[in-house]
T-cell receptor
């Protein structure tokens, strides 16, 4: 079973920041938080991952709370192409272990 | 860089028939995964290969599903005989593998949509 809890759906206006929350209260000390997204009829796509520190790349920012029990994925300027299902995943090694997906959050960007 | 290739993209079969899916991972990727995604759910890992060896097949229904990765490159997933509940998208993914220091990302193919009638 997935070790994460996410809201089933969220709306965000185009051009605004989209903040997607994730709870992972049972995360172990050596487990990473990964975010993937799945656009309709495509395979999942890696977005970002982190262990303790906040991370930023060209796609998004990841904010992890100090106790590591929750995190937030931030898409700074959402566009219509960001409409997708976003999955928060806890894993020891995302490039070496199978991923356990939950149902994710369906993010809908409104024009 | 070419992505993960899968074929066919769509397949419709009747229950009790057999079907096979093919996956070609990204060149140089040691680890290959097969996931099953039922409509409305997240992908579920079926089997993981490291080169041509099986790392994890604990969620593979072995009475009807089989998979192989001969020569550690391409892989085939087979279902025989198919049931109605096997209707799903079958996703293949690859990664550099556990022995690579920069391995953190899985790259997914477009999937094969299977409909069992």
């Amino acid at each position: 079973d997935a070790k994460t809890t996410q809201p089933p759906s969220m709306d965000c206006a185009e051009g605004r920041a989209a903040n997607l929350p994730c709870n992972h209260s049972t995360i172990s000390g050596n487990e990473y938080v990964y975010w993937y997204r799945q656009i309709h009829s495509q395979g999942p796509q890696y977005i970002i991952h982190g262990l303790k520190n906040n991370e930023t790349n060209e796609m998004a920012s990841l904010i992890i709370t100090e106790d590591r029990k929750s995190s937030t994925l931030i898409l700074p300027h959402a566009t219509l192409r960001d409409t997708a299902v976003y999955y928060c995943i806890v894993s020891l090694g995302g490039g070496a272990d199978g991923l356990t997906f939950g149902k994710g959050t369906h993010l809908i960007i409104q024009p | 860089e070419a992505g993960v290739a899968q074929s066919p993209r769509y397949k419709i079969i009747e229950k009790r028939q057999s079907v096979a899916f093919w996956c070609n991972p990204i060149s140089g990727h040691a680890t290959l995964y097969w996931y099953q995604q039922i409509l409305g759910q997240g992908p579920k890992l079926l089997i993981q290969f490291q080169n041509n060896g099986v790392v994890d097949d604990s969620q593979l229904p072995k009475d009807r599903f089989s998979a192989e990765r001969l020569k550690g490159v391409d892989s085939t997933l087979k279902i025989q005989p198919a049931k109605l509940e096997d209707s799903a998208v079958y996703l293949c993914a690859s990664s550099l593998g556990s022995f690579h220091p920069n391995s953190y990302e899985q790259y997914f193919g477009p999937g094969t949509r299977l409909t069992v009638t």
